[in-house]
């Protein structure tokens, strides 16, 4: 099993333990506990409405996550109920979820409030982000306070109106309402009252009994939707300004190379260039790489002198980065004892008594985040201010750095957190809003900085390719008896990019485990991509799972449950807390239920299950599959001949138990699209390097999925009501690779090995 949650994306858990943290007296602190004057102060209410700005109590998403500590706003005044949505949305649908966790508090009517992004703003919400599936966790109950805090104050300001006890009255649809005469009033009408009003404290504020809810678990559209379908300005990339000009930004291909010289003023006398000119970079890779900025009248007059410029590079420190190489060295190390990371138990005895074992080397290609929209920012420097339109994951954490490559203070840059189009962890990065500031520097007019598509793939954070070398044993009951998991992994800048714990799948459900772990030498940027760390290891460990089924002859289904075992939390967590083996069971016998496990398959189909634990939520998929015959021979990506085979995925099934639903249409989409983005993935996805420069740098040799050859995917979900709703928005992906490898197998006997699977000479047709 896996606990990596935010423990696996390291750049982010160094970004919070380098945060200075209150001490505990200040994170348990409530601004519910401010007196009158000071509180109308912070909301600046100046008449007429009521604005709550809670500060909520630090709130922690989950045991195994880090602290942080989220805001909430809602504005009733006498334009409507206005909520305001404080992370940003990349596609998750967290502008629409947040805020409905406050609206089933406040009791409002969904259909006419309004929703709004919230400004970005350090000092009010902390911190702002969009990554790890932390949005709903965090806010859940901190929102749910906000909001039932609000209708205590407007249910009392009813009550001091009628002069009746509070206790008389209720709430629906936007309003207070006394049944014994009758009367009600809407939340408008009461907003002034209310905001001179004391805010009661948290433990005088009854939250509702979930049975009471009438909008979550609900379908509820997104809050954009039409506006999307209307083609609204939303994302950074749609930005107009007033004398906006556009800006372009060329880096060495290879990572760490220099500008050695250029025909800049060449490019200066193009049609529609403004100016031309490089940069030096900080030094630092996720600041600012040195390259030749070029600032034109339009974006094609801009991508046009790219086309022509031409920069010498000094390359004595780049990247010589190949993945040739490296798979060669990952083969010999593979034979070698590492570094052990756990050995509980005694693996080689286990071996050595063992009925039956397997062996198996597996590994996966390095891949982009690959976003629809390219990297892009709007950035007008001032002189004294910088103001930033940007699609961000870390709005918040991208201040500080503007700022000091502007050369002001942080309060002198203001960000405008636009709608991302795609992030899958890309965006966590601010590479691309640093140059924009650095390059409107130099600008006399605000700019725009667009990355093309190959900009976009070239200059990624990839995830990392690895290689484990896998080998295990049943005994004579064909239960798994010993399990060695050799991990060999890449370390930029010395730093592997990826680690194991004793933790992982199986850890504390198999007596005799052993993980060892070694990296490789590596220069290019890796970084948090989808589920980090569980996104290959769960294909790993599950597929390998099903090998030793097949040893013992058992069935895979049979024993997966076995390996679980008795229900209890096995790993631990940061904190204590990790997989539940009692849940894991539970979304594993659904999934199998739902798909008709052990039913009579056509020749050539199969089916497979996997399950995993990532980032708090528990996932198992059944997929079925049809394997069309052997056709011709084809050379892949790493120079071996191989047969092509055509694939069908015809269902996948998914059980997820993450709690309560917040918004069940957010919730089938959220499923929907991480199956589809995993079984894309699996296919075809891979970038490969020679030279320190990655070889596929668009979608003619980077092949996304095609929407003919989607599956059909089935979502279920289990709430038990014991516990609290965790992130879907990333645990949905790591089971489908092993779970469709495994039907592959049971329909036509090949094992699957490698990500992506058309290195074997699967296709999808």
Same mark, same amino acid.
């Given at each position: 099993?896996?606990?990596?949650?935010?423990?696996?994306?390291?750049?982010?858990?160094?970004?919070?333990?380098?945060?200075?943290?209150?001490?505990? !007296?200040?994170?348990?602190?409530?601004?519910?506990?401010?007196?009158?004057?000071?509180?109308?102060?912070?909301?600046?209410?100046?008449?007429?409405?009521?604005?709550?700005?809670?500060? +909520?109590?630090?709130?922690?998403?989950?045991?195994?996550?880090?602290?942080?500590?989220?805001?909430?706003?809602?504005?009733?005044?006498?334009?409507?109920?206005?909520?305001?949505?404080?992370?940003?949305?990349?596609?998750?649908?967290?502008?629409?979820?947040?805020?409905?966790i406050v609206a089933e508090e406040l009791d409002?009517?969904?259909?006419?409030?309004?929703?709004?992004?919230?400004?970005?703003?350090?000092?009010?919400?902390?911190?702002?982000?969009?990554?790890?599936?932390?949005?709903?966790?965090?806010?859940?109950?901190?929102?749910?306070?906000?909001?039932?805090?609000?209708?205590?104050?407007?249910?009392?300001?009813?009550?001091?109106?009628?002069?009746? *006890?509070?206790?008389?009255?209720?709430?629906?649809?936007?309003?207070?309402?006394?049944?014994?005469?009758?009367?009600?009033?809407?939340?408008?009408?009461?907003?002034?009252?209310?905001?001179?009003?004391?805010?009661?404290?948290?433990?005088?504020?009854?939250?509702?009994?979930?049975?009471?809810?009438?909008?979550?678990?609900?379908?509820?559209?997104?809050?954009?939707?039409?506006?999307?379908?209307?083609?609204?300005?939303?994302?950074?990339?749609?930005?107009?300004?007033?004398?906006?000009?556009?800006?372009?930004?060329?880096?060495?291909?290879?990572?760490?190379?220099?500008?050695q010289s250029a025909n800049i003023e060449e490019?200066?006398?193009?049609? /529609?260039?403004?100016?031309?000119?490089?940069?030096?970079?900080?030094?630092?890779?996720?600041?600012?790489?040195?390259?030749?900025?070029?600032? =034109?009248?339009?974006?094609?007059?801009? #991508?046009?002198?790219?086309?022509?410029?031409?920069?010498?590079?000094?390359?004595?420190?780049?990247?010589?980065?190949?993945?040739?190489?490296?798979?060669?060295?990952?083969?010999?190390?593979?034979?070698?004892? =590492?570094?052990?990371?756990?050995?509980? /138990?005694?693996?080689?005895? =286990?071996?050595?008594? *063992?009925?039956?074992?397997?062996?198996?080397?597996?590994?996966?290609?390095?891949?982009?985040? !690959?976003?629809?929209?390219?990297?892009?920012?709007?950035?007008?420097?001032?002189?004294?201010?910088?103001?930033?339109?940007?699609?961000?994951?870390?709005?918040?954490?991208?201040?500080?750095?503007?700022?000091?490559?502007?050369?002001?203070?942080?309060?002198?840059?203001?960000?405008?957190?636009?709608?991302?189009?795609?992030?899958?962890?890309?965006?966590?990065?601010?590479?691309?809003?640093?140059?924009?500031?650095?390059?409107?520097?130099?600008?006399?007019?605000?700019?725009?900085?667009?990355?093309?598509?190959?900009?976009?793939?070239?200059?990624?954070?990839?995830?990392?390719?690895?290689?484990?070398?896998?080998?295990?044993?049943?005994?004579?009951?064909?239960?798994?008896?010993?399990?060695?998991?050799?991990?060999?992994?890449?370390?930029?800048?010395?730093?592997?990019?990826?680690?194991?714990?004793?933790?992982?799948?199986?850890?504390?459900?198999?007596?005799?485990?052993?993980?060892?772990?070694?990296?490789?030498?590596?220069?290019?940027?890796?970084?948090?991509?989808?589920?980090?760390?569980?996104?290959?290891?769960?294909?790993?460990?599950?597929? #390998?799972?099903?090998?030793?089924?097949?040893?013992?002859?058992?069935?895979?289904?049979?024993?997966?449950?076995?390996?679980?075992?008795?229900?209890?939390?096995? /790993?631990?967590?940061?904190?204590?807390?990790?997989?539940?083996?009692?849940?894991?069971?539970?979304?594993?016998?659904?999934?199998?239920?739902?798909?008709?496990?052990?039913?009579?398959?056509?020749?050539?189909?199969?089916?497979?299950?996997?399950?995993?634990?990532?980032?708090?939520?528990? @996932?198992?998929?059944? !997929?079925?599959?049809?394997?069309?015959?052997?056709?011709?021979?084809?050379?892949?990506?790493?120079?071996?001949?191989?047969?092509?085979?055509?694939?069908?995925?015809?269902?996948?099934?998914?059980?997820?138990?993450?709690?309560?639903?917040?918004?069940?249409s957010g919730a089938e989409n959220q499923v929907?699209?991480?199956? @589809?983005?995993?079984?894309?993935?699996?296919?075809?996805?891979?970038?490969?390097?020679?030279?320190?420069?990655?070889?596929?740098?668009?979608?003619?040799?980077?092949?996304?999925?095609?929407?003919?050859?989607?599956?059909?995917?089935? =979502?279920?979900?289990?709430?038990?009501?014991?516990?609290?709703?965790?992130?879907?928005?990333?645990?949905?992906?790591?089971?489908?690779?092993? !779970?469709?490898?495994?039907? @592959?197998?049971?329909?036509?006997?090949?094992?699957?090995?490698?990500?992506?699977?058309?290195?074997?000479?699967?296709? +999808?047709?």
């Open positions: 099993m896996s606990t990596l949650n935010y423990d696996s994306v390291n750049e982010i858990t160094e970004f919070f333990t380098r945060k200075a943290q209150p001490d505990d !007296a200040t994170r348990n602190a409530h601004i519910f506990k401010l007196d009158r004057r000071q509180f109308l102060k912070l909301t600046g209410i100046a008449g007429g409405g009521l604005m709550l700005g809670f500060a +909520l109590s630090r709130a922690r998403a989950h045991a195994d996550h880090v602290d942080f500590n989220p805001n909430g706003y809602i504005k009733i005044d006498s334009e409507g109920i206005t909520l305001y949505a404080p992370n940003p949305e990349i596609g998750q649908g967290v502008k629409t979820s947040l805020p409905m409002v009517d969904w259909a006419e409030i309004r929703v709004v992004q919230s400004e970005i703003n350090p000092a009010l919400y902390v911190q702002q982000f969009a990554g790890g599936s932390t949005a709903i966790p965090a806010y859940y109950t901190p929102l749910r306070q906000a909001g039932a805090t609000a209708r205590a104050m407007l249910v009392q300001a009813a009550a001091d109106q009628w002069s009746v *006890s509070p206790s008389t009255l209720s709430t629906e649809l936007s309003q207070v309402l006394h049944a014994g005469t009758g009367q009600k009033f809407s939340y408008q009408e009461l907003a002034s009252v209310a905001a001179t009003l004391p805010v009661p404290s948290p433990e005088s504020v009854r939250l509702k009994d979930p049975k009471q809810f009438r909008l979550l678990g609900t379908r509820i559209t997104g809050v954009d939707n039409e506006a999307l379908v209307r083609g609204e300005p939303l994302f950074g990339i749609d930005v107009s300004l007033p004398d906006l000009k556009y800006a372009i930004y060329q880096k060495c291909p290879a990572i760490g190379g220099t500008v490019i200066k006398k193009m049609p /529609g260039v403004v100016d031309a000119f490089a940069l030096e970079g900080t030094g630092n890779g996720n600041d600012l790489f040195p390259g030749v900025a070029i600032i =034109a009248n339009s974006t094609w007059e801009a #991508f046009q002198a790219k086309r022509a410029l031409k920069v010498e590079w000094d390359e004595t420190n780049a990247s010589k980065d190949s993945w040739s190489a490296a798979r060669k060295e990952a083969a010999r190390l593979a034979q070698e004892p =590492a570094t052990q990371i756990a050995n509980n /138990g005694d693996f080689d005895a =286990a071996m050595s008594t *063992s009925t039956a074992t397997s062996s198996g080397f597996y590994q996966y290609h390095f891949v982009s985040h !690959a976003p629809l929209e390219p990297q892009n920012c709007t950035a007008h420097y001032k002189g004294d201010s910088l103001e930033l339109w940007a699609p961000t994951q870390t709005p918040s954490w991208a201040i500080p750095t503007a700022a000091r490559l502007t050369g002001m203070e942080t309060s002198q840059v203001t960000l405008h957190q636009m709608r991302c189009g795609g992030g899958f962890g890309r965006r966590l990065y601010n590479d691309f809003l640093f140059e924009a500031a650095a390059i409107a520097r130099r600008s006399k007019s605000p700019i725009k900085l667009q990355w093309t598509r190959e900009d976009d793939v070239r200059y990624d954070l990839f995830r990392a390719g690895g290689f484990h070398q896998m080998d295990g044993c049943v005994d004579e009951n064909g239960k798994v008896t010993g399990w060695r998991n050799r991990f060999i992994t890449f370390a930029p800048g010395g730093r592997p990019a990826s680690s194991m714990n004793g933790g992982v799948f199986p850890g504390g459900m198999v007596d005799n485990l052993r993980v060892e772990q070694t990296a490789l030498d590596w220069a290019y940027r890796c970084a948090a991509w989808r589920a980090p760390n569980a996104n290959v290891f769960a294909f790993v460990v599950q597929s #390998f799972l099903d090998e030793l089924s097949h040893a013992a002859q058992r069935d895979s289904l049979e024993v997966l449950l076995e390996v679980l075992g008795e229900p209890r939390s096995v /790993g631990g967590g940061r904190r204590g807390r990790g997989m539940h083996t009692g849940r894991a069971a539970n979304v594993v016998k659904l999934a199998a239920e739902k798909a008709g496990w052990g039913k009579e398959l056509p020749k050539n189909s199969g089916m497979g299950v996997a399950f995993y634990y990532s980032h708090a939520g528990h @996932i198992a998929i059944v !997929a079925e599959v049809s394997v069309g015959g052997e056709e011709n021979a084809v050379t892949n990506r790493s120079g071996e001949n191989v047969i092509r085979r055509k694939l069908k995925v015809d269902n996948v099934t998914v059980a997820s138990d993450v709690g309560p639903i917040i918004n069940l929907e699209g991480s199956v @589809i983005d995993a079984l894309s993935t699996m296919m075809d996805l891979s970038i490969t390097f020679e030279n320190g420069r990655a070889e596929q740098t668009n979608f003619d040799k980077y092949r996304i999925l095609r929407a003919s050859v989607s599956p059909a995917v089935e =979502a279920h979900f289990i709430d038990t009501g014991e516990h609290s709703p965790t992130g879907l928005g990333e645990p949905v992906f790591p089971p489908l690779a092993p !779970a469709v490898g495994n039907a @592959i197998f049971a329909a036509c006997g090949h094992r699957v090995r490698t990500l992506p699977i058309s290195e074997e000479g699967f296709y +999808l047709g």
